[in-house]
């Protein structure tokens, strides 16, 4: 088989990818259905109110992160995710059943938000790690990618068919259609042959909390990780509503348009993450270099003069992104010990989507008293920023140098230098690649 499809050669891991597959497409047109509800029925327009549904979604991987990972690394994941499965399918189902009927309203969204938000807070963790119990230690980083492609795949699909669906039958059929392909995740999980899963170590006892953030404290590596990846996620991935925006307030298109910048953004997510699947490592360099791009990117689309240029320019938003995320995920699972994996995973999504109850609101803010363009604007600032000041730490701080070679095959490499006698005592986890 492929390197880049080396974990499907497992069949647990080939039935949740392809399980996983279809949720992701409903997912996608969920989310699509949704925000066209507030925007378009529930609201004339309103950037707050959007803003407001998805920050009350991201605002308990905040509040709860310590917990869900405590609860990830304690419980059967597989018996975690059954539940937290049928919570979001019923969740949809009754949004969707008040979108068909006309009875929503914009506190139901609020409601049923911060409900879903609740269950994925204690879903996200569970899932992320349960890739491990499926695959060896030598393709988690493959089946991390994998898992990336297939959502982004979702992404490919779902937005342009929920922009059908709208169009065809309206905002509450793509919403039960969502419901529906909860069935193929959860009948996943029930044809798993348990008994090949690998068991991981269970944390027992008292102060499992205060071990994931000592754990993380005297890890300079996934703090690095954990901080690029925070200033990306509240910032720069708030697409959800800045395409929404562009879409509607820019260029004055329909849902029809606005769920096809979610499928061609796609494309270059999917290209990245079947790239990063055929790697066999995660590494530094290929995190800061995607963030660089991902500024430029990003800056280029805000600028944007016409709707198809801004389509375009959303294919390599869409792969610097995703490379960024993919390699920092990787990262972070593939350096933890097996038995802080669960709680680690969960800080590590609380910085990346926890930011959002802040972000979402702000983006809104500033689309309304600044113009939608800077919207992506101002997270491209944000992370091209950051990336100065972790440049000007690594080089100071851990003798770090970067260096650029153009010599036959252009190649970045970030390395660390010795450390001298009088600096010697300056600790370094890992070396950075």
Same mark, same amino acid.
């Given at each position: 088989?492929?390197?880049?499809?080396?974990?499907?050669?497992?069949?647990?891991?080939?039935?949740?990818?392809?399980?996983?597959?279809?949720?992701?497409?409903?997912?996608?047109?969920?989310?699509?259905?949704?925000?066209?509800?507030?925007?378009?029925?529930?609201? /004339?327009?309103?950037?707050?109110?959007?803003?407001?549904?998805?920050?009350?979604?991201?605002?308990? *991987?905040?509040?709860?992160?310590?917990?869900?990972?405590?609860?990830?690394?304690?419980?059967?994941? !597989?018996?975690?995710?059954?539940?937290?499965?049928?919570?979001?399918?019923?969740?949809?189902?009754?949004?969707?059943?008040?979108?068909?009927?006309?009875?929503?309203?914009?506190?139901?969204?609020?409601?049923?938000?911060?409900?879903?938000?609740?269950?994925?807070?204690?879903?996200?963790?569970?899932?992320?790690?349960?890739?491990?119990?499926?695959?060896?230690?030598?393709?988690?980083?493959?089946?991390?990618?994998?898992?990336?492609?297939? *959502?982004?795949?979702?992404?490919?699909?779902?937005?342009?068919?929920?922009?059908?669906?709208?169009?065809?039958?309206?905002?509450?059929?793509?919403?039960?259609?969502?419901?529906?392909?909860?069935?193929?995740?959860?009948?996943?999980?029930?044809?798993?042959?348990?008994?090949?899963?690998?068991?991981?170590?269970?944390?027992?006892?008292?102060?499992?909390? !205060?071990?994931?953030?000592?754990?993380?404290?005297?890890?300079?590596?996934?703090?690095?990780?954990?901080?690029?990846?925070?200033?990306?996620?509240?910032?720069?991935?708030?697409?959800?509503?800045?395409?929404?925006?562009?879409?509607?307030?820019?260029?004055?298109?329909?849902?029809?348009?606005?769920?096809?910048?979610?499928?061609?953004?796609?494309?270059?997510?999917?290209?990245?993450?079947?790239?990063?699947?055929? !790697?066999?490592?995660?590494?530094?360099?290929?995190?800061?270099?995607?963030?660089?791009?991902?500024?430029?990117?990003?800056?280029?689309?805000?600028?944007?003069?016409?709707?198809?240029?801004? /389509?375009?320019?959303?294919?390599?938003?869409?792969?610097?992104?995703?490379?960024?995320?993919?390699?920092?995920?990787?990262?972070?699972?593939?350096?933890?010990?097996?038995?802080?994996?669960?709680?680690?995973? /969960?800080?590590?999504?609380?910085?990346?989507?926890?930011?959002?109850?802040?972000?979402?609101?702000?983006?809104?803010?500033?689309?309304?008293?600044?113009?939608?363009?800077?919207?992506?604007?101002?997270?491209?600032?944000?992370?091209?920023?950051?990336?100065?000041?972790?440049?000007?730490?690594?080089?100071?701080?851990?003798?770090?140098?970067?260096?650029?070679?153009?010599?036959?095959?252009? !190649?970045?490499?970030?390395?660390?230098?010795?450390?001298?006698?009088?600096?010697?005592?300056?600790?370094?986890?890992?070396?950075?690649?």
């Amino acid at each position: 088989m492929s390197p880049t499809f080396t974990s499907l050669e497992i069949r647990n891991y080939r039935l949740w990818f392809l399980g996983g597959f279809v949720s992701n497409v409903g997912t996608w047109i969920g989310r699509v259905g949704q925000d066209w509800l507030v925007l378009t029925v529930l609201t /004339a327009g309103s950037a707050t109110a959007l803003g407001v549904v998805t920050g009350l979604q991201f605002l308990p *991987f905040l509040l709860l992160a310590p917990w869900t990972g405590l609860i990830a690394d304690r419980f059967s994941r !597989r018996r975690i995710l059954l539940v937290t499965q049928s919570l979001l399918a019923l969740t949809s189902l009754v949004l969707g059943v008040l979108a068909v009927t006309g009875t929503a309203q914009l506190w139901h969204v609020y409601a049923i938000a911060l409900f879903q938000g609740v269950t994925t807070a204690i879903d996200n963790p569970a899932r992320q790690v349960f890739v491990s119990e499926m695959v060896p230690a030598e393709k988690l980083t493959n089946a991390v990618a994998l898992n990336s492609a297939s *959502f982004n795949a979702g992404r490919l699909i779902g937005p342009g068919l929920a922009g059908l669906v709208i169009a065809w039958w309206g905002t509450g059929q793509a919403l039960l259609l969502n419901t529906l392909t909860f069935v193929f995740v959860l009948g996943a999980l029930a044809m798993l042959t348990t008994s090949e899963l690998r068991s991981p170590s269970r944390a027992k006892g008292r102060g499992g909390i !205060r071990e994931g953030f000592a754990y993380v404290k005297h890890r300079r590596d996934i703090q690095l990780v954990m901080l690029l990846v925070f200033v990306l996620g509240t910032f720069g991935m708030n697409f959800q509503i800045t395409m929404a925006l562009m879409a509607t307030k820019v260029f004055a298109k329909g849902a029809g348009e606005f769920g096809l910048l979610g499928s061609i953004m796609a494309v270059g997510s999917l290209t990245a993450a079947l790239l990063s699947a055929r !790697r066999k490592e995660p590494r530094l360099r290929v995190l800061l270099v995607a963030l660089v791009g991902f500024t430029a990117s990003a800056a280029v689309a805000a600028a944007a003069p016409t709707y198809w240029f801004f /389509a375009v320019a959303l294919v390599p938003v869409g792969l610097t992104a995703l490379t960024a995320l993919t390699t920092a995920n990787a990262m972070v699972q593939t350096r933890v010990a097996p038995e802080m994996r669960g709680r680690v995973m /969960a800080l590590y999504m609380a910085i990346f989507m926890g930011g959002t109850p802040v972000g979402a609101p702000m983006i809104g803010w500033i689309s309304e008293q600044f113009g939608p363009r800077w919207t992506i604007g101002v997270g491209a600032a944000a992370v091209g920023i950051t990336l100065v000041a972790v440049s000007v730490w690594l080089t100071r701080a851990e003798n770090v140098r970067v260096s650029y070679e153009s010599q036959r095959r252009p !190649r970045v490499s970030v390395t660390t230098v010795p450390a001298r006698r009088d600096d010697a005592h300056v600790p370094v986890p890992e070396p950075a690649r």
